[in-house]
């Protein structure tokens, strides 16, 4: 399984863009990037997942270079309720069974 | 639409007791099923994962065990109890289809404090 290596925390202001960048040097090549909020006291949430290029949805974007050994969760004018932990996960979605693991993410701190 | 149900919400439990924690999912068949802990403050740790009726792998050799006696029901189980045990535990669930089953979905998790 491909080892992910994002930052601890991060802090930033509504309002504001949030980039978090995570690194994957060993993806492979039937590996898909997922990224997962997490409030205290509650289970991990999908945000959006991706294999190339860039991907969008109503919460978020998903930036992934050509060689796919990094990735950048964009959340776009972050408020007060984004404060998070967020995890991004390399997993084999190639086959129908997966195991899913989990990080340490980076905790987003944001601010009034 | 589908839902996981995941109880008790909150446990407190002597060390050396046993320990039972279910976990149901309703409206989806045959899915994969993951059995996650979480110390404070820190990442998730994934415990045992099932692609099947009776198929578990662990991932972390402990004091706990997992079963799946039914294609949506997950139980974690423990017969005598650590106190390095408690943390946040949480049952979870993706779809077996390919490009999708990486994708989870978390029950509410169960607390649990072992005195």
């Known amino acids: 399984l491909a080892k992910t290596t994002q930052p601890i925390s991060m802090d930033s202001y509504e309002g504001q863009e949030v980039n978090i960048t995570c690194s994957h040097n060993?993806?492979?090549?039937?590996?898909?990037i997922t990224w997962y909020q997490q409030f205290p006291s509650q289970g991990p949430r999908f945000i959006i997942q991706g294999y190339k290029t860039k991907v969008t949805n109503e919460v978020a974007s998903l930036f992934i270079p050509a060689d796919r050994k990094s990735s950048t969760l964009s959340l776009p004018r972050v408020s007060l309720s984004d404060t998070a932990v967020y995890y991004c996960l390399v997993g084999d979605a190639g086959s129908s069974a997966s195991k899913i693991i989990f990080g340490s993410g980076t905790r987003l701190s944001i601010r009034p | 639409s589908q839902t996981i149900h995941q109880w008790p919400a909150t446990l407190v439990q002597p060390v050396g007791s046993p320990l039972s924690l279910e976990c149901t999912v309703e409206g989806t068949s045959n899915p994969n099923l993951y059995w996650y802990r979480q110390a404070a403050g820190r990442g998730l740790q994934l415990l045992f994962y099932s692609v099947g009726i009776g198929q578990i792998s662990s991932e972390v050799p402990q004091n706990l065990s997992a079963s799946r006696p039914q294609d949506r029901q997950f139980i974690l189980s423990s017969k005598k109890l650590l106190l390095s045990d408690s943390g946040f535990y949480l049952c979870?669930?993706?779809?077996?289809?390919?490009?999708?089953?990486?994708?989870?979905?978390f029950g509410q998790g169960t607390r649990l404090t072992v005195v």
């Open positions: 979870a669930w993706s779809v077996r289809s390919l490009g999708r089953n990486t994708e989870a979905f």
């Open positions: 060993n993806i492979a090549t039937n590996d898909y």
